[in-house]
């Protein structure tokens, strides 16, 4: 597929390299040419220097036969630009990072009135996760199926737990929870376990099921930690906007820390129930006098890593319950070897997220639809939703009579509302939800799972 990214920031380097993996025929754009060159001379590319919405640009870039434009430059308007010109130009698909909550209402009608394909707002939907994990604070990390039906929750297993150096089948009985381990990671490996997979400790978990059936299973592996209320977040930028309301709006006790004085006014003239503190949100002297060692969790969300990870690394040291840390950089490994578990990654969300969307352009010739994708374990492992179409050839056969490939595993399927983790003697029916879960590999349509 010939796919243009117009815009080299952290975002379109992420998703370019994404796209790479996968084969695509890419284009990128920016207005920077030493970062033009640097990427080509990198990357198996074409590159052109220009302004992303001028159509000079847009048809060296070949717009016209390109099935999909993806605008991530800096400017929410220019990206907008971009994509209805290019849509103009015979691009067929169009997607555009829009980051200002100015418009975040307007966004149906980009999509509808503007023929937009798709908005990406990376900072909300990093806020949504941040949200969801608060919701849920015994997880690493949390994604969601089948509209919230399943989860995959990652759990990192300390020596203190007591399923280490257990085979899994001896988990699931001694957990008595319907919950399935699809991935583990070990150091720098990942591994697709089967039930006699022993799990060791400082593994990594993948788990599968209902928010119901992860719940026992942590309480029974004494991972499991009480609900939230009381919030610290650190920084004022977007994330921590869209983040404040969103936890506000649930009646917890937000705190934010920011250190810019107009931003602090803007902020609390916009969150009205949400405590809005001018200072340093680095500084340990200010933490200590916010009460960080009676607060619940830690958040922090500004503009630098090292910054992010030191208040984290200080928040744990205090004790607090949750400790979540915005990172740009992708050294998720090491970070989680110095104790900082819940990493959040907007480039990685949004990424997720186009991802999902290109795989569904790739699979439009009406096979199996997927429905939601999520890159795990760095990139490592991905887990995505699919639903089973109408006469396929693998429906209703059960799985001991299909040749599946290896590092492959059918984490759930949610049939009606049911929700069923499959033997040997189980199938697959019409309409069916089918998380897949891989290792390695490139999973575009159900087909591709078997041998």
């Known amino acids: 597929m010939h796919v243009i990214v117009v815009g080299l920031g952290k975002l379109g380097i992420t998703m370019t390299k994404q796209l790479i993996t996968e084969g695509h025929s890419i284009t990128v754009v920016d207005i920077n040419n030493s970062k033009v060159t640097s990427f080509v001379d990198t990357y198996d590319v074409m590159g052109v220097c220009g302004n992303g919405a001028a159509c000079e640009t847009l048809q060296e870039a070949e717009a016209a036969k390109a099935k999909l434009i993806i605008a991530v430059t800096p400017s929410d308007e220019l ?16 997607i555009a990072r829009v980051r200002n909550p100015d418009y975040a209402a307007q966004m149906q009608f980009m999509r509808n009135e503007l023929g937009i394909s798709m908005v990406v707002n990376p900072e909300f939907e990093t806020a949504n996760e941040i949200s969801r994990i608060i919701r849920f604070p015994s997880a690493a990390n949390l994604d969601s199926f089948a509209r919230g039906k399943i989860e995959i929750a990652r759990v990192r297993i300390h020596s203190d737990n007591a399923y280490c150096d257990l085979p899994i089948h001896e988990i699931r009985k ?26 060791k400790c400082d593994d990594t978990i993948s788990i599968t099921g209902t928010r119901t059936e992860l719940s026992h299973f942590m309480k029974r592996s004494g991972v499991y930690k009480q ?16 983040l404040a309301k969103l936890l506000s709006d649930t009646g917890r006790n937000i705190k934010l820390i920011e250190q810019n004085e107009e931003r602090c006014y803007e902020l609390s003239a916009l969150l009205p129930d949400v405590t809005v503190i001018h200072g340093d949100g680095t500084d340990q002297d200010i933490l200590d006098e916010q009460n960080l060692e009676g607060q619940d969790a830690l958040v922090s969300l500004t503009g630098i890593d090292e910054e992010n990870i030191i208040v984290s690394m200080y928040a744990e040291s205090k004790g607090v319950n949750k ?18 578990e819940t990493l959040v990654s907007p480039q990685i969300v949004a990424g997720n997220l186009v991802a999902r969307y290109v795989r569904a352009l790739q699979n439009s010739a009406g096979n199996s639809r997927i429905q939601t994708l999520y890159k795990l374990v760095g990139g490592k492992v991905e887990a995505a939703e699919f639903i089973v179409p109408e006469d396929a050839g693998y429906a209703n056969i059960p799985f001991k009579d299909l040749s599946i490939l290896p590092n492959i595993l059918i984490g759930c399927i949610i049939r009606n509302g049911k929700i069923i983790f499959p033997d040997g003697d189980d199938v697959m029916m019409e309409n069916d939800s ?5 290792a390695d590999r490139i999973i575009e349509d159900l087909h591709d799972i078997f041998v």
């Open 79 to 94: 990206n907008i630009l971009c994509c209805l010109i290019a849509k103009r130009m015979g691009t067929e698909n169009t």
């Open 434 to 438: 089918v998380i897949v879960v891989t």
């Open 323 to 340: 400790v979540i840390t915005k990172v740009n950089r992708h050294s998720f490994s090491l970070l989680n070897d110095i104790g900082l």
């Open 227 to 242: 609900k939230i209320k009381n919030v610290i977040i650190i920084g004022g930028g977007r994330i921590a906007y869209y």
């Open 174 to 199: 001694k957990c008595k929870a319907k919950v399935l381990v699809c991935a583990v990671q070990r150091d720098d490996k990942v591994y697709i376990p089967s039930g006699d997979f022993v799990i």
